[in-house]
C-alpha cells in the first residue's frame, strides 16, 4: 500500500513536467521528422504531399548549407578536445594546489556564469583591430584577421565553458580512494603511471559525459 501511495505521489510530481515535455518537446519532434519528408508550407497546408528524400538530397546540394555544415565540424573538432583536455588539466591543477584553491575555482568558474553579451562584448575588444591581441602580435610581425574569426569564437567559446567541466572533472578528482595513490606511491609508481593507471580509468564514465555534452552543446552552439 505505502509503495502505491508513493508511486501515485511520484506520478502527481512528475506528471506535469511529462505534459509539458510532450506538448512542446515530442511533439514537435515527430511532426518535424514528418514534416522534413513533405512539401509541407505553413501558408497553405492542404496542399502537402509527401516528397519522401527530396527535401535532404535538395539541401546537400545547397552551397550554403555544405558550407555551414563544414564550419560547423570544424568548430566541433576545435572546442571538443580543447575545452575537454584544457578542463582536465585545469582540475588536475587546481586538485594538488592548496592554497587559495577556492580563489582558482571561482576564477575559472566566472565565466560560465557571465551573459553571452558581456562575453561577446569583451572579445570584440581583445579582437578588434585595435585591442590588445592585434597590438602583441603586431610586435612579433603577425597581422591577426577576418581568416581567423573561426578559430577565435572556438577559443571564446572554451574560455568561457572551461570552467564548467572542471568542476566535473574536479569534483571526480576528489572522489577517488586516496588510497589508490598511496599504493601506488610505496610501490614507487611514477606520476604519469599514477595518472594513467588510476587517474584516468577512475575518471573514465566522467571522461565519456564531458565529451558528450561538449559536443552536443558544440554543434548547438554555430
Request: hydrophobic fraction near 55%; include cysteine.
Amino acid at each position: 500500500m505505502k509503495n502505491k501511495s508513493n508511486s501515485i505521489l511520484g506520478m502527481a510530481f512528475f506528471g506535469p513536467a511529462l505534459v509539458l515535455m510532450t506538448i512542446f518537446l515530442f511533439i514537435p519532434m515527430i511532426l518535424t521528422l514528418i514534416y522534413s519528408f513533405t512539401d509541407y508550407f505553413a501558408l497553405n497546408p492542404k496542399l502537402t504531399h509527401f516528397v519522401w528524400f527530396e527535401n535532404f538530397s535538395a539541401i546537400f546540394k545547397d552551397d550554403l548549407f555544405t558550407t555551414a555544415f563544414g564550419n560547423t565540424v570544424k568548430f566541433v573538432l576545435i572546442i571538443v578536445p580543447l575545452q575537454t583536455l584544457g578542463a582536465l588539466g585545469l582540475a588536475l591543477l587546481i586538485n594538488r594546489v592548496t592554497v587559495c584553491k577556492r580563489y582558482f575555482k571561482v576564477a575559472f568558474f566566472i565565466p560560465v556564469v557571465m551573459s553571452l553579451a558581456v562575453v561577446s562584448n569583451l572579445w570584440m575588444q581583445i579582437y578588434s583591430p585595435e585591442g590588445i591581441l592585434n597590438t602583441m602580435l603586431s610586435n612579433f610581425g603577425v597581422k591577426y584577421g577576418a581568416s581567423q574569426a573561426l578559430p577565435s569564437i572556438a577559443f571564446m567559446s572554451v574560455w568561457q565553458g572551461v570552467g564548467y567541466q572542471m568542476i566535473i572533472f574536479l569534483g571526480g578528482l576528489q572522489a577517488i580512494n586516496p588510497a589508490l595513490y598511496e599504493a601506488a606511491e610505496m610501490d614507487h609508481a611514477s606520476s604519469w603511471s599514477r595518472f594513467k593507471d588510476i587517474t584516468l580509468p577512475e575518471l573514465k564514465p566522467l571522461c565519456v559525459f564531458v565529451f558528450i555534452t561538449v559536443t552536443i552543446g558544440a554543434f548547438r552552439m554555430i
